[in-house]
Each structure stands twice: as C-alpha cells, then as structure tokens.
C-alpha cells in the first residue's frame, strides 16, 4: 500500500504546482490520514489496502455529510467545495462495481450461503461487507441485499 502512500504524496507536489487549492487540501487531509494510521498505537508501520480504502471512503462519507448540512443552511459556496474534495479523493478509490456487478456477487453470495430469504440478512451482509468492500457503499449492499432476499 505504500505505492498509493507514494502516489498521494507526488500528487502533492503537482497539485501545488498547478495551484489547484482544493486538490491540495484534499490531498494533503488523505496524507495526514495515511499518516495517522500508520503511526497509531498497534499499527506496523505499514498501511494495508483495505485500511486505506476505510480511510478513503470515511472521508468521502464526512464531506458529503459536511456538503449536505452546507446546503441545508444555503452554503452552497461551501458545499461546493466539500464535494469537489470528495471527486478528488475518490480518485484514490478502487474501481467501484456497477449496479449489475453488486447484483451478480451478492446473488453468488447468496447461493453460496444458502440463505432463503430476510431471515438470513445477517449471515448475508457479513459475507458481503467483507468482500464488496471498498469496490462500492456499505449502503449500496444493504440496499442491494434486502431486494435479492426479499425475492427468495
């Protein structure tokens, strides 16, 4: 994971080259997450890929929150600025899946569980989470699973 620690840390010095404040700040605010992580108490030093991926997608989640509470008390000056930063930190992020792709691995998952309807929920998204995350939204696959089992 350190080529992706590498990477934000040259796009830093291209985006100050090219002036473009909110990729810097957005950047810089990936940086100093990485950072954290990888100084926190119990961490090896190193930064697994799903760790960067939470990392990513928590911040995606706080800018879009921060964007909506803008809008909310007409800021859209602010607003905007949240989620420009989100589109640049969602560079950073796997490939996400498409809707028919999420559909295709949850059924797979289903199947492979054996889970015949809403009962099942839990066993389902625990499978799910682990191996959907990061390729697209917690919600997504919630929302995604609860339509298949309520068709079992």
Known sequence: MDELFDRVSGDIKVAMLARDKVALEAIRGIKKEFLEAKTSKGSDG???????????????????????????????????NELAEVA?????????????????AIASIISQIGASGLQDLGKVM?????????KTEGRLISEKVKALLAKQ
């Open 88 to 104: 640049v930190i969602e560079r950073y992020l796997p490939a996400q899946m498409t809707d028919s792709e999420l559909e295709v």
């Open 46 to 80: 190193t930064l697994p890929e799903e760790v960067a991926v939470k990392i990513l997608q928590k911040m995606i989640k706080q800018r879009k929150e921060s964007a909506q509470i803008y809008k909310d008390q007409d800021r859209a000056d602010l607003a905007e």
């Open 126 to 134: 625990g499978v799910a989470s682990k191996q959907l995350a990061g």
